[in-house]
């Protein structure tokens, strides 16, 4: 993914409760919902053990408009009620980047 520099990376890191209860449902709704919000320009996620996500945006008025979209926000509050025992959100402005492909 080549992306115009400089933009910015929203970098979730996670420990999941026990039990999907609904989480994978939610996940493939707010990615759905993330691409269609203004300044999206990408996402990547794994998980092992621990969960990261990364969502990538044009601007930080577009990271924080993100934050606060209505069903985002719902979706904040079931993770720190449901989903989550652990996270944290680190935001950053990525500058340069480079890649191996075989």
């Known amino acids: ?13 996670n420990l999941r409760t026990e039990g999907d209860n609904g ?3 939610m996940a493939e709704e707010m990615e ?28 930080l008025e577009a990271v924080a408009n993100w934050k606060s979209q209505l069903d985002h926000k719902k979706a904040q509050k079931r993770g720190i009620e449901t989903w989550y025992s652990w996270y944290k959100v680190r935001i950053c402005r990525v500058e340069r980047e480079y890649e191996f492909n075989k």
């Open 32 to 59: 759905a919902l993330a691409r269609k919000q203004s300044g999206f320009l990408g996402f990547e996620s794994a998980r092992d053990g621990m969960g990261i996500a990364v969502s990538y945006w044009e601007s």
């Open 23 to 25: 989480y994978g449902q």
């Open 1 to 13: 993914m080549e992306l115009k520099k400089p933009y910015y990376a929203v970098i979730f890191t």
